[in-house]
Every structure is written in C-alpha cells, then in structure tokens.
C-alpha cells in the first residue's frame, strides 16, 4: 500500500509538472486553450486606421482609414468595400482559442502558417496599425470545420483557432463596386452621342410618363423596339464596376452618353469597347438653383469617380453603344435593318 500511494504521488507530480510547463508555454505565448486569442483587440478596433493584407503569390492590398472612409491604395484611393473588413476583423476580436498547435518550422506549411515569402498556398498576412502604432502582425493559414490556424509573426507558436478568418486576396475584391443606381422611371432624358449614326434623345414631358419618346422619330412604318430603348434607359441602375482602371489602352473611341434625372441631377457618361474589354468614365453635375441635397448627391459621385476610369462588365457598357437605328424595330421582311 504504501509503494501504490508512492506511485500515485509520483503520478500526480508528473501530471502537475505537466501542467506546469503547459500553463507557462501558454502564457508566454499569450494564449491559452478557451482564452480570446487577441484579447485586447476588442479595445483598439475603433483605433485601426491602416491595414494591409497580403496574400501567397499576390501583390500587397493596402487600406488606408481617410476621413471616416476606407480607401483601397492600390486603386488610386477608390473607396473600400468595408462589410468583410468589419466583419473579420469583429471575427478575429471574438476568437478563442481551440489547440496549441506546432511551433517547428518545418512543419508550418502544412498549416498554411509559414512566413508569407516561403508560403505557396492559402496563407494571407494580416498587418493593422493605429497611429503608426502596430496593432497585430498575424499569419493567417488552412482552415478546416472548427476554425482557422494562424501564427503570430516572428513567434514559433501556432495556434488553431474556432473561427474561420476569411479574407479578399486581390485589390479588385476589396473595391465597393456599386457605382451608381439611377433608376429608369426616374430619368427624364437621355443624350447620345454614338460612335455611328446621328444624335438622339429619349425622353419623357413627365415622371408620370410610361416610356419614352424617341427624337429624331421613327421613320413612317417604324416602331420602337422598345427592349432597346429600355435596356438604354436602365444603364445607370445598379451599375457596377468590376476594376478602377490604371492605365487604359491606346487610341479607345469614346461614345458620349448624358442621361439627367427630373431632379436635375446629370450624369455625363464616357464609354468605350476594345475586344471584350470595357472602360467607362462618369462625372456627375447639377444646376446653379440646385438643392442642397442634391449639390451633395453630386459631390458623393464625383468624390469616386471624377478623374477615374473603370473596367466594366460588357452589359453594363454595351446599351450605351446602341445606335439610333437599334433602337427601331426592322421593317417587315427586312431584318438587315436592325443595325
């Protein structure tokens, strides 16, 4: 009996030195299993005015906090989408820890932890700052059902940690894309300026008025198509740009496009077409007696768009290119005349 309380006395010592060793790798760490990883992140969130984020085999994307707006650098300071900001970041504030995982280096890339130079798969680095003052410095790896792993960098430790940190790779994903929504009933005239073919305008005496009336007319014998005066009158509805362009081809033909609200509210809209690429320019503007609201309206636009060029989905440009000819129904027997 008293060899068995011996062993079970040297069992326990065991087990607590253990324990010991664990508690304090985990505390020089700074984290333990249950514990919040970033436990002082909740505090500087509001603080955070700069972040880059940089993914395996791409370029920096680097976001910058200007005047209560996010702005994306590499885009010339186009304004940031700042859902998936505010939500990761929220993310990564609530996060606990599930395992203490590897700190061998030879075993990171397994994890998707390795240092962001050597890494070649999912790994994104996550750099914030507040006042020049660095707030984390994370690598972010794999993820599978219960979380994310990630390391601090220029620690050893590895974490895996119980959510799943989720992050745009590429500039062009961090942009908000929603550029304009102008809807047709509220359009009094549209103005085109066409590569080929006259001039035309499309309008309505009243916002009460269902469709448009075409000038110059239809020839005697022609009807509207009116599938094409609507898919012209719906160009600034929702529209969206998919890239701010940095530099645009050479010699591109621009088509001229004024489309003005009954407000009087007017966009001038610059588009052009080379193979399957489209680019787009926007500049909006407003009467000398226009309303306060609507002089800000107008500030709101051009503080994204005036001075910039964007890469277009083809839909989105394409009914900005339609002659005054596509917008007629061919004659009976004559299909060639749809242009």
Do not use: C
Not at 83 to 112: D, H, S, W
Not at 212 to 234: I, K, W, Y
Not at 242 to 256: F, I, Y
């Amino acid at each position: 009996m008293k060899q068995f309380k011996i062993l079970v006395a040297a069992v326990a010592a065991v087990l607590i030195a253990v324990w010991f060793l664990s508690h304090r790798e985990q505390q020089k760490f700074g984290a333990a299993e249950g514990a919040l990883f970033l436990p002082e992140l909740d505090r500087q969130l509001a603080e955070i005015d700069r972040l880059q984020v940089h993914a395996a085999g791409a370029e920096p994307v680097t976001l910058t906090l200007q005047d209560d707006r996010w702005l994306v650098a590499e885009r010339n300071d186009y304004p940031a989408e700042t859902e998936v900001l505010r939500r990761e970041l929220r993310k990564l504030a609530e996060t606990r820890v599930l395992e203490q995982k590897t700190a061998q280096a030879e075993y990171y890339a397994r994890l998707g932890v390795a240092d962001i130079d050597q890494a070649e798969d999912t790994t994104v680095r996550l750099v914030a700052s507040a006042g020049g003052t660095p707030v984390l410095d994370l690598l972010i790896g794999k993820s599978d059902r219960r979380g994310s792993y990630v390391r601090r960098s220029g620690e050893a430790q590895s974490w895996l940690l119980d959510s799943r940190i989720s992050l745009p790779r590429e500039a062009t994903a961090w942009l908000d894309k929603a550029l304009l929504d102008v809807p047709r009933d509220q359009l009094q005239q549209i103005s085109v300026s066409p590569l080929n073919g006259p001039q035309y305008h499309l309008s309505k005496a009243d916002q009460g008025q269902d469709q448009f009336t075409l000038e110059p007319s239809p020839p005697e014998g022609r009807e509207l198509d009116m599938a094409n005066v609507n898919r012209l009158g719906a160009a600034v509805s929702r529209l969206r740009l998919q890239d701010v362009a940095l530099t645009l081809p050479e010699a591109l033909a621009w088509t001229t496009v004024r489309f003005q609200r009954f407000d009087g509210l007017e966009l001038t809209v610059r588009s052009a077409r080379q193979d399957s690429d489209r680019y787009l320019q926007l500049e909006a503007s407003a009467p000398d007696d226009a309303s306060e609201e609507l002089v800000a309206e107008v500030q709101r636009i051009n503080a994204r768009a005036a001075g910039r060029s964007f890469a277009m989905a083809q839909h989105a440009v394409d009914a900005m290119h339609m002659s005054h000819e596509m917008l007629l129904k061919p004659l009976a027997g004559d299909e060639s005349s749809a242009g």
